[in-house]
């Protein structure tokens, strides 16, 4: 058996922007970027989509509110509030995809969102591409939270 040499390992960079806005007015409030995990069941995914093994591709983004740690073994988001199918899937230039969704509050919901993924399944269970932790954005009816996504796939 080969070892995978460092000239040619293939990697994956992955980077989760966090914006929350007002809802009327549309102003940022707040944004960070954070860095994210792909988790063993979306590197499996990735090798079996390669291959041609699975057709089911990554679409959708879930957010919730467990601040628990990430690992590489998890298969959902701790404490999932919301997932949806991403508004924005695109392929840019130099290698990333890219994943969009501004999620909108009812009145009288109110999170403090701590936790994002990337799912195969909008609706739920499904496979999970990654999963990331920020320090909390708080949202409700009157500040909405877009989440952009992107992964780059580089030489290592």
């Known amino acids: ?3 995978l040499k460092k000239a040619g390992f293939v990697g994956f960079e992955y980077n989760i922007e966090l914006i929350t806005s007002d809802h009327y007015t549309g102003e940022i409030k707040e944004r960070t970027v954070v860095h994210n995990s792909i988790v063993n069941g979306g590197l499996e995914r990735i ?3 390669i291959n041609g093994v699975s057709s089911t591709n990554f679409l959708a983004i879930a957010i919730g509110t467990s ?3 990430v690992s590489f073994t998890q298969t959902a988001l701790v404490t999932e509030v919301d997932r949806a199918e991403a508004t924005t899937l695109t392929y840019e230039a130099d ?3 890219k994943f969009s969704k501004k999620f909108v509050f009812g ?3 109110s999170y ?3 936790e ?3 799912f195969d399944n909008s609706v739920s269970g499904g496979v999970m591409l990654n999963r990331a932790l920020d320090a ?3 949202v409700d009816s009157d500040t909405d939270l877009t989440v952009t996504i992107t992964i780059t796939v580089a030489r290592g």
């Open 95 to 97: 290698y990333k995809s």
């Open 136 to 138: 909390g954005k708080s």
């Open 1 to 3: 058996m080969s070892k």
């Open 116 to 118: 994002v993924g990337v």
């Open 67 to 69: 601040s628990t740690a």
């Open 112 to 114: 403090t969102i701590t």
């Open 107 to 109: 009145s009288g919901v």
């Open 47 to 49: 090798a079996k989509l």
